[in-house]
């Protein structure tokens, strides 16, 4: 149930966004003026703003600060060459922030309150989405839970919040990654499949130790056996094996990727053969060794489209052939930045129209 949408608009005096330079933005290190701002109390979300992106005020029994009751999710949004802001693929991220919502025990957010207020958040800081090329405006939605507590228990009251902020690149080069065969991500029955944020925390020890031998990125494989490829740290995968595009198939242990979905769709239009399924490290390795694996790119919001030049496993480095941009990875990146740019027809239907 919610309240009647009123929303309550509070502005900066002065916007910052004369003080950004554009054409160096890092990754998440730049914040737009405003947050949308929404609290769940008494079996509704209630109290809608949109006020200036500050501070946030709580007590140390703050619940999601000691049992991580959380979940999050990342879009984009770019302009066109009509100054109009285009997100895109919104309704994946919304769908499957409530599927990550119902398994961490989180009320579910209803469309009316995350379109609303994300269109309003952008039509007040337009201004903040770039168009340089590589460049956009990353949109975090997230909800946490607001209890204050000591205590093992879902929790009765929660906050959701939406800011956004100006990116470049996640990855300025090909990636060297490491097949991670001890550690796991997640297991059958878990939350992987869920963009909760304990799974993110899980995963950092593992990862600075293979940055430690000067790999940039986990491969990770299943939690029971380590013997099938999953998912990387921050995308999905994919791999080119004999003019076929192979990437794990999506269950309770692997995310379901909005751009993993996008660039499956284009590459069957375009008449790739592709499979979706069980990758066992094995066929990986051999496929290496062998010398049949073309490209290994990893696909993400953040990560866009990530080519993976070096995939280690067991002690071996295996290089894969540079494909001096006549690749698979790069066409798809550039036909997804035609379409977000509204430089192609958006003939799926995937980018929406921020109202004005």
């Not at 947050?35 to 946030?56: C, H, K, T």
């Not at 929660?158 to 990654?177: D, E, M, N």
């Not at 990125?217 to 999953?230: F, K, M, P, R, Y």
């Not at 993993?260 to 066992?280: C, D, Q, Y």
């Amino acid at each position: 149930m919610t309240d009647t949408f009123n929303l309550s608009i509070s502005k900066v005096k002065t916007s910052r966004v004369s003080q950004v330079d554009f054409s160096k933005v890092n990754f998440g290190k730049e914040y737009a003026d405003h947050m949308f701002v929404a609290d769940f109390r008494d079996g509704n979300w209630q109290q809608f703003s949109i006020e200036p992106y500050a501070p946030l005020t709580f007590l140390p029994g703050l619940a999601i600060l000691h049992y991580g009751q959380s979940v999050f999710e990342g879009l984009k949004a770019y302009k066109d060459q009509n100054n109009d802001v285009l997100v895109f693929r919104p309704e994946m991220n919304f769908n499957r922030l409530n599927v990550s919502a119902e398994r961490m025990c989180i009320p579910q957010i209803p469309e009316e309150i995350f379109f609303n207020g994300m269109n309003e958040l952008l039509r007040i800081d337009k201004d903040w989405v770039p168009t340089l090329p590589g460049t956009s405006l990353y949109i975090r939605p997230y909800i946490f839970a607001m209890d204050e507590y000591i205590g093992i228990r879902p929790s009765d009251t929660y906050k959701f919040i939406i800011f956004t902020c100006p990116v470049g690149a996640y990855y300025s080069k090909p990636l060297k990654v490491k097949i991670e065969t001890y550690y796991s991500r997640a297991v059958h029955g878990g939350t992987g499949y869920a963009k909760a944020a304990g799974n993110y925390a899980g995963s950092l020890y593992p990862a600075r130790l293979a940055q430690k031998e000067g790999y940039d990125q986990l491969i990770w494989t299943d939690g029971a056996t380590h013997s099938n490829v999953e998912e990387a740290g921050t995308m999905n995968l994919m791999f080119v094996i004999n003019n076929t595009i192979i990437t794990a198939a999506t269950n309770d242990t692997v995310l379901k990727g909005v751009t993993r979905e996008s660039v499956l769709t284009l590459a069957r239009e375009w008449g790739m053969k592709v499979e979706e399924r069980n990758i066992p490290v094995k066929e990986i390795v051999s496929a290496l060794r062998n010398g049949i694996m073309t490209e290994a790119f990893g696909t993400g919001t953040a990560a866009t489209i990530a080519p993976i030049e070096v995939i280690a496993y067991d002690g071996t480095d295996y290089t894969i052939p540079a494909t001096n941009g006549n690749s698979f990875s790069s066409r798809i990146l550039n036909e997804l930045n035609d379409i977000r740019s509204g430089r192609k027809p958006d003939t799926h239907g995937w980018m929406y129209k921020v109202p004005v």
